[in-house]
């Protein structure tokens, strides 16, 4: 099944917005996870990961900003961004890290406005 996202929005520079993404749990329990986001006409990049024992990576952009963490009881994985700029605007994916290209969703959209 397809991971669904959710909680973009738009949002002033310097706010915040906590990003969610919903599998089964057999799937969170299985795999490590990673945020991905993608501006249009750029290919989809990595943001941060997670492994199923909760250790957590993050690409410099993201470090310090943005947090990412895991729920397995509610096959949840979520994204804290803080500290938000105009070029963290993007749609955002979750997916298996690494990702596996039948399961990605529909993303979620996040605008920050300057």
């Known amino acids: 099944a397809q991971l669904v996202e959710s909680g973009g929005g738009l949002v002033q520079a310097g706010g915040s917005l906590r990003l969610s993404c919903v599998a089964s749990?057999?799937?969170?329990?299985?795999?490590?996870m990673a945020w991905y986001r993608q501006v249009p006409g750029k290919q989809r990049s990595l943001v941060a990961t997670?492994?199923?024992?909760?250790?957590?990576t993050y690409t410099s952009s993201a470090k310090g900003r943005f947090t990412i963490s895991r729920d397995t009881g509610k096959a949840t994985v979520y994204l804290q961004m803080n500290s938000l700029t105009p070029e963290d605007t993007a749609v955002y994916y979750c997916?298996?890290?690494?990702?596996?290209?039948?399961?990605w969703g529909q993303g979620t959209q996040v605008t920050v406005s300057s």
């Open positions: 997916n298996a890290n690494p990702p596996q290209p039948v399961r």
């Open positions: 749990r057999d799937f969170m329990a299985r795999y490590n």
């Open positions: 997670i492994t199923t024992r909760g250790f957590t």
